[in-house]
């Protein structure tokens, strides 16, 4: 959510390819995180998650 919300407050001061490349990084970076892992395994588990902020 930090990532999304630093996009939307330079969305005015950027061009939409450098906003397109922020939204690219900043997918990757989730896509790295253990959160994501988690969040994955409780859907298919049928629990609650258990972010840790990782």
């Known amino acids: 959510m930090k990532l999304a919300k630093k996009i ?3 969305a005015v001061e950027i061009t939409r390819e450098e906003g397109n490349q ?3 990084d ?3 970076t ?3 995180s253990d959160d994501l892992i988690e969040g ?3 859907m298919f588990e ?3 998650p258990k972010f840790k902020g990782k």
Do not use: L, N
């Open 8 to 10: 939307i407050a330079k």
């Open 22 to 24: 922020m939204m690219v």
């Open 26 to 28: 900043a997918g990757v």
């Open 30 to 32: 989730c896509m790295k």
């Open 40 to 42: 994955v395994s409780a």
């Open 46 to 48: 049928k629990r609650t």
